[in-house]
């Protein structure tokens, strides 16, 4: 331990001791393994420490051992790699920070669920016109980004997933329509396939006076559209994955009918990675945009402007509660950026409502 001490410092570690085998034998009675701590200061911390130099030690016997500096090199390493700043980020923050304020961007936009490869879409864009990004700068592009868009008023198809808002904002549609003193739309929907599908839109119709049907396959769908011009809105099934069952079937159909706008609707509470694969599995049904449900349960809204930037699709309608039809909006794509960046620190604020993020 003394000789160790004296080669490798106050700070010499046993790291492994045994009796020799008969093959080392005759290098001493044990073999032994120190070694010394790493010394931050004069470990560089972009690239893994370099070994010292390797200096041969001796063993309690006085023979030098072959190991050491072997043991040496590998402890730098680890030393290097356990450091706080080591790894990719590390590299960069060796570097230097980035002046031009892209750290700040990339943190704000990551903590709201935005994927880095649209963050970095962001940052360059942002980065073209000025050499520092203002805050102004990242919002502008964002909303650049948005494709804008409405929908005529002839035929809105609803079509997503379950449970994703489909009934109700048909229900929220047609009820808006008729306050702004239009004749109601007639109302059907696709999902005849199961107990009850189809129940509360058709109740919804009772009550509201407006024309009801239920078709269950492509002829009885185009009949009862070439039956009136009167501008429809149209509930899918949720279950149209099965690109075999009647629903979907009448929803392939429908989507390329003329004069039809296929809305996918789905929940802002999802994360952005499983929207988009919701959106490419959608894909074939060609939707002209978007609508998102459930803004009030969720206070982190990239995943919204993150999806409408990756299909390409402008944000037609959301949704932020469930009366009829006051939680209904046509959006901007700047009251849509607006939402995504409006607390400082999503993750900790508490739930806002649509309402309250838009343009005054
Ligand atoms: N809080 C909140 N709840 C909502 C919102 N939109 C829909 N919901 C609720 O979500 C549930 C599902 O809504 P539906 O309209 O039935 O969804 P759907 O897509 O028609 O569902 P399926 O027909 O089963 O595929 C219902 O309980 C709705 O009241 C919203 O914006 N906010
Ligand atoms: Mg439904």
Redesign the pocket.
């Known amino acids: 331990m003394a000789a160790a001490s004296k080669e490798l410092g106050e700070d010499a570690l046993l790291v492994y001791a045994r009796e020799a085998t008969p093959e080392t034998r005759y290098l001493g009675r044990h073999e032994v393994v120190f070694a010394a701590g790493v010394e931050e200061e004069t470990v560089p911390a972009s690239s893994p420490a370099p070994p010292r130099a390797p200096a041969a030690s001796p063993s309690p016997t006085g023979v030098t051992h072959p190991w050491i500096p072997m043991v040496r090199e590998q402890l730098g390493r680890i030393g290097a790699d356990l450091r706080p700043d080591a790894g990719r980020g590390g590299e960069q923050h060796a570097a230097g920070r980035r002046e031009d304020g892209s750290d700040k961007v990339l943190s704000q936009l990551t903590v709201r669920d935005i994927p880095e490869l649209l963050i970095q879409a962001v940052i360059g864009r942002a980065t073209t016109a000025a050499p520092s990004i203002a805050p102004e700068s990242v919002a502008f592009v964002m909303t650049q980004m948005l494709a804008p868009g409405a929908c005529g008023r002839t035929m809105l198809v609803l079509l997503?997933?379950?449970?994703?808002?489909?009934?109700?904002?048909a229900m929220k549609l047609a009820s808006r329509r008729m306050s702004e003193d239009e004749p109601p739309p007639r109302l059907a929907s696709l999902?005849a396939g199961r107990i009850g599908?189809g129940h509360?839109l058709r109740r919804f119709a009772e009550i509201t006076g407006a024309e009801f049907a239920m078709p269950t396959n492509v002829t009885q769908l185009s009949d009862w559209l070439q039956q009136s011009v009167t501008p429809a809105i149209i509930?899918a099934?949720?279950?149209t994955d099965d690109a075999s069952g009647s629903a979907g079937e009448m929803l392939e159909w429908l989507s390329k009918q003329p004069g039809v706008c296929p809305v996918l609707?789905l929940s802002a509470c999802m994360r952005t990675a499983d929207l988009m694969r919701v959106a490419n599995r959608y894909g074939r049904f060609q939707y002209s945009g978007l609508a998102f449900?459930?803004?009030?349960?969720t206070h982190i809204h990239g995943p919204v402007w993150a999806l409408a930037v990756h299909t390409g699709k402008p944000v037609l309608f959301v949704?932020?509660?469930?009366r009829i039809p006051e939680?209904l909006s046509e959006p901007t794509p700047e009251q849509i950026v607006r939402l995504v960046l409006s607390s400082e620190n999503p993750t900790q604020a508490p739930p806002r409502s649509f309402a309250a993020g838009r343009a005054g």
Do not use: I, Y
């Not at 449900?293 to 349960?297: F, I, P």
């Not at 949704?319 to 469930?322: E, L, P, T, V």
């Open positions: 997503g997933p379950p449970g994703a808002g489909k009934t109700l904002f999902d599908g509360r509930d099934s949720g279950a609707t449900s459930r803004l009030d349960e949704s932020d509660g469930r939680d």
